[in-house]
């Protein structure tokens, strides 16, 4: 899919709905943005794994979901999907980013010679479902991004992630008083259609959740949370 405009009309400055879009700057002023989609996978009666470059979307929402939006620059990823049961379903990726941030470290900038390197950055979640009785579906789960090293343990698709973040960092977690932990969510969505034509589902993200800031009037745990109704 190729895409040109005479300006960008999507990016991080704006507040819109499209999707995102990794632009070639033209000395004009014009963007230009190639993109694949697709993937390859393998897989079972009650399950699934590949490779795919995509726009993962987790969550309800009419307006893009809170969890995952699908309107960032489609990236690769990993991807495990388990169906074992119609009450249960489970979803498991580990993305491969980019930061857009120099690494000075592994750059060169003599002229002539010139190569920039960014730095390398890493995404894993999870997503359970779980269908109690017919039409309410209740999802959780949780994700964790982080840069440079690639960390395997991130890898293990039924994770707690911040849990292997401390125990992976340990005392190195906080430096002058500074956390320095990847950067880690928890998310819930909740969707209920068991009213005739009416649906009705909540969202929920948090970053970093620290118990510690419950108590304390000057923090907070930062949230987004989208509350919608839709008729179908």
Do not use: C
């Not at 963007?31 to 726009?55: C, L, M, P, Q, Y």
């Not at 009785?133 to 992630?161: A, E, H, M, T």
Request: aromatic share 16%.
């Amino acid at each position: 899919k190729y895409i040109w405009e005479s300006e960008p009309l999507v990016n991080p400055v704006m507040f819109t709905l499209e999707e995102g879009k990794s632009w070639n700057y033209k000395e004009n002023g014009s963007v230009d943005n190639t993109e694949w989609r697709g993937g390859i996978s393998a897989g079972w009666k009650w399950g699934e794994i590949g490779i795919f470059k995509d726009r993962p979307v987790w969550g309800n929402a009419i307006h893009g979901s809170n969890i995952m939006s699908g309107h960032p620059p489609s990236f690769p990823y990993i991807q495990l999907h388990l169906k074992p049961a119609k009450w249960r379903e489970f979803y498991s990726i580990t993305g491969f980013l980019e930061s857009n941030v120099i690494d000075s470290s592994r750059s060169n900038f003599e002229p002539g010679s010139e190569h920039i390197a960014y730095h390398r950055k890493y995404m894993s979640a999870n997503f359970f479902t779980i269908t109690p009785w017919k039409r309410l579906d209740i999802s959780f789960g949780n994700s964790i991004f982080w840069s440079d090293v690639f960390k395997v343990g991130y890898l293990i698709p039924f994770n707690l992630y911040k849990s292997v973040d401390q125990t992976l960092k340990g005392a190195l977690g906080y430096a002058d008083g500074l956390n320095t932990n990847d950067d880690g969510h928890l998310f819930l969505d909740i969707s209920s259609r068991n009213i005739k034509h009416l649906n009705v589902y909540l969202g929920l993200w948090i970053d970093e959740l620290q118990m510690a800031r419950f108590l304390k009037k000057n923090q907070h745990n930062l949230l987004s949370w989208k509350i919608e109704i839709s008729l179908f």
